[in-house]
């Protein structure tokens, strides 16, 4: 991923007449002045980390994979929020990991932790580099140094049960290297989030990620069938059985953990043959409540879309529920839905009959295919729009939460008004966009995206609004986060989200597992 944005720099998206305009008559958004940064241009904090510690840490993985120089440290210096957009910008000193550390496995891996324990050296696990909640900011505290650990030699597809359908992956295999190495032998996951083709497996676990297909296959943590996890008092082996009474599930103590309770290093995940047949339809609404309504009657039913997703009025308006020819045409009036059925071709058939009647039954125009196939055609693009919207001189960041189909409409509400309210007190309007990516029986998410004009210092306008919709969500009793994890930036939340007893749970387990506290400081656990 290039240093300073999203993704692969070949896939921008230079930003249309349409959108310019919009930007400049909606928001007042004018040119950014701020000149970009080459990769040498930038200065880095220099390392702290001894000559005896690197030499140290050199030979536990081979000194070609202990790296100090500042393009290595540069490229892990955080994760793709806006905010750690807006920082690679600055043009004084940036932070970054003192070192950069490649294990080949979990002996390596139990080395350094062991050695960075003695030696109170903080441990950044780092696997794509996606992260957009400071999960990768190389917090040091009351450590000497920060070393990030990049795990991308763990990227192994170690064996497949055909007949259980399950394999074990290595944390370090990037979504699109596993989803090849499986498909090799006729089987995917179906695991699809926007960070697809960059996040790896163990990232996926480590933040309890859920993908665009999770109608059908469920979340990350629901395809988890057992992992591998190394801390610094010894190796963490959880999963013997599909499910277990034996006590609490502590497979699900790991999954979300965030690299502060030990370095996932293999995953154990349930999969699937690959879908011999898809069909897509788009639908139209009148509006985000009957939409809503819906998909609430369609999971409730059980019909069973792979996908299933809403847009409101606005992000409908603006075309980004596609990400294709944004800000240049509207789709439809109303809101646009999009249903996708992936399985065997009966399967498929009945299925999407199925949720066709509900729909329509629940207020739904069919739209056709074509609308469903763009989003899937361009559904991992939209970051790199943002890249675009920042330097143009706009503010653009994503957030997203969830809630009961019942109290929807009220933490909708309450963000919106939070986000525009915040960012009006800086100076400017602000387009406030949302979807409904992710269905359950009893509830939602919601994904926000928000575009507004830079204004002042942006990082500190950023923090002022997310922390006013972050108010919004526990005011209105929604999760600080469904997806994009806790990090730094949502930590302040945790007391609200699970309570003093369960804050202090959190810390019995981390000081159990990592009793120097190397792991990851200053994220998760308040």
Not at 46 to 67: F, K, Q
Not at 478 to 491: K, L, Q
Request: proline share 5%; with cysteine.
């Amino acid at each position: 991923m290039k240093w300073n944005a999203w993704g692969d720099p070949r896939q921008a998206k230079p930003l249309s007449e349409g959108i310019r305009a919009l930007l400049e008559q909606a928001l007042g958004v004018t040119t950014s002045t701020v000149a970009e940064l080459e990769a040498d241009e930038v200065r880095l904090r220099p390392s702290s980390l001894s000559d005896t510690d690197h030499d140290a840490l050199a030979r536990i993985v081979g000194p070609e994979y202990c790296h100090v120089d500042d393009q290595s440290r540069l490229l892990r210096a955080g994760g793709k929020s806006t905010l750690d957009l807006l920082r690679r910008k600055d043009s004084g000193e940036q932070d970054a990991p003192d070192a950069i550390l490649l294990p080949a496995g979990d002996d390596e891996i139990g080395a350094i932790l062991r050695y960075c324990s003695e030696h109170r050296i903080a441990v950044v696990p780092f696997g794509g580099g996606t992260s957009v909640v400071g999960g990768l900011d190389p917090l040091r505290g009351d450590f000497t140094a920060a070393v990030s650990l990049d795990l991308r030699r763990l990227d192994e597809l170690h064996w497949l049960d055909e007949v259980s359908g399950e394999a074990e992956l290595g944390a370090g295999l990037t979504g699109p290297a596993a989803e090849r190495l499986l498909g090799e032998r006729g089987f995917s996951i179906g695991h699809f989030p926007q960070s697809f083709q960059f996040a790896t497996i163990g990232g996926f676990a480590a933040t309890r990620s859920s993908g665009q297909d999770s109608a059908g296959y469920g979340r990350f943590n629901d395809m988890v069938r057992g992992l591998r996890a190394v801390t610094p008092i010894g190796v963490l082996d959880l999963g013997r059985a599909p499910e277990s009474a034996a006590g609490p599930d502590l497979r699900q103590l790991l999954i979300g953990s965030e690299g502060v309770l030990g370095v996932i290093t293999r995953v154990r995940v349930r999969v699937h043959p690959v879908p011999t047949a898809t069909r897509y339809e788009a639908w139209s609404f009148p509006d985000f409540a009957t939409g809503a309504d819906a998909l609430r009657a369609v999971v409730q039913t059980g019909t069973g879309p792979t996908v299933i997703r809403l847009s409101d009025e606005a992000e409908t308006g603006v075309n980004l529920a596609t990400t294709e020819n944004i800000g240049e045409q509207q789709i439809t009036g109303g809101c646009l839905a999009i249903t996708v059925f992936e399985g065997t071709e009966a399967h498929v058939a009945s299925r999407h009959a199925e949720t066709r009647a509900v729909l329509e039954a629940a207020g739904g125009t069919s739209l056709g295919e074509e609308p469903a196939r763009a989003w899937e055609h361009g559904r991992f693009n939209a970051p790199y729009l943002r890249d675009s919207l920042l330097s143009a001189g706009a503010l653009c960041e994503t957030l997203e939460t969830a809630t009961t189909w019942s109290n929807i409409p009220a933490l909708k509400a309450a963000v919106t008004e939070a986000l525009t309210g915040a960012l009006a007190d800086t100076g400017t309007p602000a387009l406030v966009l949302c979807h409904i990516s992710h269905v359950y029986p009893t509830g939602a998410s919601l994904y926000f995206t928000v575009v507004a004009a830079q204004r002042g210092n942006p990082i500190e306008q950023w923090r002022t609004a997310k922390a006013a919709a972050s108010d919004a969500m526990m005011r209105t009793g929604a999760t600080i986060t469904h997806h994009h994890a806790v990090g730094a930036d949502h930590r302040p939340w945790m007391h609200d989200e699970v309570g003093e007893i369960g804050v202090a749970i959190l810390r019995a387990v981390k000081a159990t597992l990592d009793p120097t506290g190397i792991l990851n400081p200053g994220k998760l656990i308040p």
